[in-house]
């Protein structure tokens, strides 16, 4: 009887406790809708908007959205040729005691494909010869190891370090073609069509699907268009984004949090674009590691 009664009374707090809780996150569901309410205002009272997806840009300007096309065509066919002789290189990087046979048939095929590529190589007349020396080199590579069926790791060291002198100049031209037509397009925008008010006034969120590296080019072009040296006031980069709406999403809870901690946190506008808990977590576990230590 006596365990019944026990019992009993921890159901009853567990039950109290769960409806506190539950209570909590009801609460706790009206701030994240009223941020969500704020967010979106003040990104609707933000203009002019760049965000930098994939190849293009996409602009919102007085109320209007326009999109433009940043990254050429032949930056993709530059970086399609140099990852010829990185892709061999992959492919026989194991094959230690000679080729295998899976990747000898492999290579024989992928041979043939870029042979069949050299003959239809479409590129302007000054950089073209670039793409055929890095072909040529590839073939004659690909010609040596099937014949011989070893991978000569000297060899391949050669091969590697003559690809990499010639594919840096691809990359070089890749950046400049890049820069040249993001340049181009976002140069009307910024000095004739927005006024004073509006370029100062202006985010630019540049988006990267995958790492760091992407959109490396268009943060550092945009630092420079604004004379800006770091993230915050007019960048900001987001990594792991994949459309335009959850750039603006991103975009707006950074305005929303720098609008925010500069009230909460005395003027520090970037408060709260660092964790809220870091701060506590470094002083909280100094202690925590005293006090294993000793104990140990
Ligand atoms: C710039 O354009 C905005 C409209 O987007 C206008 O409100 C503002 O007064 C203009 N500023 C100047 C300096 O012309």
Known sequence: MENNTHRFIICFFLFILH???????????????????????????????????????????RGKRYEEQVIPKSYHDLKAISHIPFKIYLTVMFDTVGLSEDNSIELQRYLDNIQTIRNILQFPQDILQNQYDIIDLSIRYLNTILST?????????????????????NIELAAQMHLDLLDEKVRVWYYERFNETERDALRVTIIGPKTARHGFLEKTYFYHLIGEKREGKHIIYAENVESEEKALEVLGIWMLDAKAAAMFFEGDTER????????????YIKGLFKKSKIEL
């Not at 000569?152 to 050669?158: A, F, I, M, V």
């Not at 709260?272 to 002083?283: E, F, N, Q, W």
């Open 19 to 61: 409806v506190r809780s539950n209570d909590l996150v009801n609460l706790n569901e009206h701030f994240l809708a009223t941020y969500a309410r704020a967010r979106d205002h003040l990104l609707s009272q933000t203009s002019p908007l760049i965000i930098c997806i994939r190849d293009n840009i996409i602009i919102h300007y």
């Open 149 to 169: 069926k070893l991978v000569d790791r000297k060899e391949l060291k050669q091969f590697c370090e003559e690809a990499h002198r010639l594919f840096a100049l």
């Open 272 to 283: 709260l674009h660092r964790d809220l808990l870091s701060d506590a977590t470094a002083k």
